[in-house]
């Protein structure tokens, strides 16, 4: 990114929220998880035998949020996990149910220039790496993009 032309970076980010607003405007089929009523691979609810209380499906944001603690129970303190408790309670509740690509980054996007005859620049985009899409909170794309990239700024 750090190569492209303002002008260029504000097209390309364009034509990403646009994908963005298509892949939300899917209507949620009541639940939290990947398709097909398949646990979450993601990472925060990764376990090995991919226990569903961890895992999920979920039927609610808060059944999402309590496995997110309990994941994050078996690796971090307990005074710890009361301040994530509470943070969490607070703030991640009440968002909609989208579906997400789940691992929105630049190296899964594909950029193809297609020309900038009359000056404006003209470009299609691809998306990859499927295996994280599914059902999540509004929020989850931008806070795993944001995450992968290290918030580098120019992402």
């Given at each position: 990114?750090?190569?492209l032309?303002?002008v260029?970076?504000s097209t ?11 892949l ?13 009523r398949?646990?979450?691979?993601d ?14 499906p979920?039927?609610s944001?808060?059944?999402m ?9 078996q ?7 009361r ?5 969490i ?5 009440g968002?909609?149910?989208?579906f997400t ?20 620049p ?9 295996e ?21 700024p120019?992402?």
């Amino acid at each position: 990114m750090a190569s492209l032309k303002p002008v260029e970076k504000s097209t390309l980010c364009s034509l990403i929220k646009d994908a963005i607003t298509q892949l939300r405007s899917i209507p949620p089929p009541g639940y939290f998880g990947m398709l097909n009523r398949q646990p979450y691979l993601d990472g925060v609810f990764w376990t090995e035998d991919l226990n569903p209380k961890i895992s999920g499906p979920f039927t609610s944001q808060e059944d999402m949020n309590l496995a997110i603690i309990e994941r994050l129970r078996q690796i971090e303190s307990d005074p710890y996990i009361r301040l994530l408790r509470n943070m969490i309670h607070q703030t991640l509740n009440g968002h909609r149910t989208v579906f997400t690509h789940g691992d929105l980054q630049p190296k899964n996007i594909i950029v193809q220039r297609l020309g900038d005859g009359d000056g404006s620049p003209d470009f299609r985009i691809t998306l990859l790496d499927w295996e994280s899409a599914g059902w999540y909170p509004e929020f989850w794309d931008f806070c795993n993009a944001t995450i992968a990239c290290r918030f580098k700024p120019d992402w």
